[in-house]
């Protein structure tokens, strides 16, 4: 048996798991032929799943991505200010782009849905929690295998990011945007983080830490925009783009 192209050490000592088995494969050499067959190929997996993302993706127009945890159910209150969030933004002439499983991202596919615009979800394969969501245009349904893919059609279709209560993922997510805008890699792009009581902890961080230890600068505190409520998200998005008069209907 194979994990990810190398062979499954757990075959010779059944006592370990999964994990184990993994770091077990990442310090055992590697033969030619693995690295041929492994690693090179990886390199056409990676290619055919950019070149899938930008041939179904380059025309869907302006769009704002919706992150947040897969784990919020339709109960929460963060699931249904998403759902309004996502319908009074598609209003106003945006597709909305999430990861395209449950939670946060079912509820910004649903808004989108409910409202008759774009509904587009960039899935990708977890052993765990991750499953498309019902709400997704057919056309726009895409399914990764590697983060990083996938992160980059995020960013490279999105002309801003409402960003909701959640967990590691929806950090990467939060974190790759803001980078890319700090070093001038995409256009300064509105961020609006949901949740001024969820969000308080790592904010006081960025001021307290990283601002005090010079590790970022006190304009980067500027790059995002934290509220409370689904209009004032979608208020945000709105004037950001009156203000450079940007028609941004499809």
């Not at 209150?77 to 991202?105: L, N, Q, R, S």
Request: aromatic share 12%; net charge negative; glycine share 8%.
């Amino acid at each position: 048996m194979e994990i990810d192209g190398t062979r499954d050490e757990s075959l010779v000592n059944p006592k370990l798991d999964i994990n184990e088995t993994k770091l077990h494969n990442s310090f055992r050499q590697k033969t030619w032929d693995e690295t041929i067959t492994k690693d090179s190929w990886m390199v056409f997996k990676v290619m055919a799943e950019f070149v899938d993302g930008y041939e179904k993706l380059a025309k869907i127009g302006p769009c704002v991505s919706i992150f947040g945890s897969a784990r919020l159910t339709p109960q929460s209150p963060y699931y249904e200010m998403a759902v309004e969030i996502a319908e009074k933004i598609t209003k106003i002439g945006f597709g909305i782009i999430t990861g395209g499983g449950p939670g946060i991202m079912e509820a910004g596919n649903k808004g989108a849905h409910n409202a008759q615009g774009q509904s587009i979800g960039l899935n990708i394969d977890l052993p765990f929690e991750q499953h498309f969501n019902p709400y997704i245009n057919k056309s726009y349904s895409m399914n990764f295998d590697y983060f990083f893919v996938r992160k980059v059609m995020f960013v490279k279709y999105s002309q801003g990011f409402i960003v909701m209560p959640g967990g590691f993922g929806t950090l990467d997510e939060l974190t790759e945007a803001m980078t890319l805008i700090q070093t001038n890699k995409i256009g300064k792009f509105p961020i609006v983080l949901v949740g001024s009581e969820f969000w308080g902890g790592l904010l006081n961080w960025f001021k307290e830490t990283l601002l005090k230890e010079k590790m970022i600068a006190e304009k980067d505190l500027a790059l995002y925009r934290v509220v409370d409520t689904a209009d004032e998200a979608v208020e945000h998005i709105k004037a950001f783009y009156d203000k450079y008069s940007v028609n941004v209907n499809f």
